[in-house]
């Protein structure tokens, strides 16, 4: 637990740069680009402005599509994140730089030596959100293709991300270079590496998902673990779930960081800001929003269906593949269950359905209730921190940092400064021991 001089919990924020979520705005006149250098670097000086633990980029390894179509989030590309982060590193100097990249169609050697570069290039910054996939829909773009089973997603994660820590330590800083060699169940690789040990020794590790099986990888190998929950009684759930699994793995509650992501809505009142919130869902969710978030749950060509109506009589197809290179959302015929339930109580049409369901921001309220909101959150074990993700791109962290953070500041739960100049020493994090003896 990192506490302050006040002893207070301290809070930890990370920016998510908005462009590939339905969460963000497309209609808004202040929305720029989601490619442009000019909408990452407007966003991370604003994060860094708020002196933020980190900037988050998202991946995707292939356009995602909508019954045979580039889905309309994707149109504009997808640029790689490592890549972003580097020409960000140039222009920022304590921010945090953490990049999404996949374990299923990476390999650990040139992985770890591209994010052991960010993290020199960056004095000690760089971040990896690892993620995996069963998607042959994703894995047609790769020579192996979609081969992986799902039940071995974590089996190679797992392995990856311990392999790209020997590659790591196989050249202390100021040491000399060593051969590594790993032969393993999914990897058998040796030689040298060609950059020195991370500043960092390791950089930071993110493990994103709510499954079981992402829960105890996170609680064997990262550092954060990047989650939602739509209630602080689920997130206290969850927090003590992944904090109780860390023992077994000699680890200490501090060691892993529980960051949701969350959005969040500002006014001048409590009731202004309920009303912002309610038309921000609905420019989120238009008709055309609510049939594409309906098939993706249903599976099923929905494009005659009255989004002012009620839910489809029809079940879903749980077999469909309607939708490629979107996880749809949990089991398709518990998901209707749950929201034809929700239409029924509430008397809503299909669109107000979806935007109840799936468009309910986190915080609502004027700065000083969402501040107070937060800090409650972290002081009673829901989470300890925030990974916020704002409606605009790129103007959309603004307010936040603006109204929210120096009212955070004033409670004493939030730096005034930066006090180091690593990502590890913004989360508060244990700098790995070098395995390898004395260098």
């Known amino acids: 637990m990192?506490?302050?001089?006040?002893?207070?919990?301290?809070?930890?924020?990370?920016?998510?740069?908005?462009?590939?979520?339905?969460?963000?705005?497309?209609?808004?006149?202040?929305?720029?680009?989601?490619?442009?250098?000019?909408?990452?670097?407007?966003?991370?000086?604003?994060?860094?402005?708020?002196?933020?633990?980190?900037?988050?980029?998202?991946?995707?390894?292939?356009?995602?599509?909508?019954?045979?179509?580039?889905?309309?989030?994707?149109?504009?590309?997808?640029?790689?994140?490592?890549?972003?982060?580097?020409?960000?590193?140039?222009?920022?100097?304590?921010?945090?730089?953490?990049?999404?990249?996949?374990?299923?169609?990476?390999?650990?050697?040139?992985?770890?030596?591209?994010?052991?570069?960010?993290?020199?290039?960056?004095?000690?910054?760089?971040?990896?959100?690892?993620?995996?996939?069963?998607?042959?829909?994703t894995g047609e773009n790769f020579r192996r293709g979609g081969y992986l089973d799902r039940s071995e997603r974590y089996t190679r994660a797992a392995e990856f991300v311990a392999t790209a820590r020997e590659l790591w330590d196989s050249w202390p800083l100021g040491g000399e270079r060593r051969r590594f060699a790993h032969d393993g169940p999914q990897f058998r690789i040796e030689g040298e590496v060609t950059v020195e040990r991370p500043p960092q020794g390791h950089p930071v590790v993110i493990q994103a998902g709510d499954s079981d099986e992402g829960r105890e990888f996170a609680a064997s190998a990262a550092d954060v673990i990047f989650t939602r929950h739509s209630t602080p009684e689920a997130g206290r759930a969850f927090y003590a779930d992944v904090k109780g699994r860390l023992a077994r793995y000699g680890r200490r509650p501090e060691e892993l960081k529980v960051m949701p992501g969350v959005t969040y809505v500002l006014g001048d009142t409590e009731a202004e800001a309920r009303e912002r919130a309610a038309l921000i869902s609905r420019q989120q969710i238009s008709p055309q929003n609510a049939l594409l978030a309906l098939e993706q749950v249903w599976g099923r060509d929905l494009s005659g269906h009255d989004p002012d109506g009620p839910l489809p009589?029809?079940?879903?197809?749980?077999?469909?593949?309607?939708?490629?290179?979107?996880?749809?959302?949990?089991?398709?015929?518990?998901?209707?269950?749950?929201?034809?339930?929700?239409?029924?109580?509430?008397?809503?049409?299909?669109?107000?359905?979806?935007?109840?369901?799936?468009?309910?921001?986190?915080?609502?309220?004027?700065?000083?209730?969402?501040?107070?909101?937060?800090?409650?959150?972290?002081?009673?074990?829901?989470?300890?921190?925030?990974?916020?993700?704002?409606?605009?791109?790129?103007?959309?962290?603004?307010?936040?940092?603006?109204?929210?953070?120096?009212?955070?500041?004033?409670?004493?739960?939030?730096?005034?400064?930066?006090?180091?100049?690593?990502?590890?020493?913004?989360?508060?994090?244990?700098?790995p021991v070098w395995k390898g003896g004395t260098p």
């Open 2 to 137: 990192t506490e302050s001089r006040t002893g207070r919990k301290q809070i930890h924020l990370a920016a998510h740069f908005p462009g590939v979520n339905a969460t963000t705005v497309w209609s808004d006149p202040r929305s720029g680009s989601q490619i442009d250098f000019s909408s990452f670097e407007h966003l991370a000086r604003t994060a860094e402005r708020g002196l933020f633990d980190f900037f988050f980029l998202a991946e995707g390894l292939r356009l995602r599509e909508h019954k045979g179509r580039i889905h309309d989030l994707d149109v504009v590309g997808r640029p790689e994140s490592i890549t972003v982060l580097a020409a960000l590193a140039a222009v920022t100097d304590r921010l945090g730089l953490a990049a999404t990249v996949n374990t299923t169609f990476n390999e650990p050697y040139e992985l770890a030596r591209r994010l052991a570069t960010l993290d020199h290039l960056s004095g000690g910054r760089a971040g990896w959100n690892a993620v995996t996939s069963s998607d042959a829909f």
């Open 313 to 431: 009589e029809a079940d879903p197809d749980p077999e469909s593949a309607l939708v490629q290179g979107r996880v749809r959302i949990g089991d398709p015929l518990a998901v209707a269950a749950r929201w034809r339930a929700l239409s029924e109580a509430k008397g809503l049409s299909t669109r107000d359905t979806v935007i109840e369901a799936t468009g309910r921001h986190s915080f609502v309220g004027t700065p000083a209730s969402v501040a107070a909101a937060l800090e409650e959150h972290v002081a009673t074990g829901a989470a300890d921190g925030f990974i916020l993700v704002p409606h605009l791109t790129p103007g959309g962290l603004d307010d936040f940092v603006d109204r929210v953070v120096p009212i955070l500041q004033e409670r004493g739960v939030f730096r005034t400064e930066y006090t180091g100049t690593t990502l590890r020493s913004h989360l508060g994090l244990p700098v």
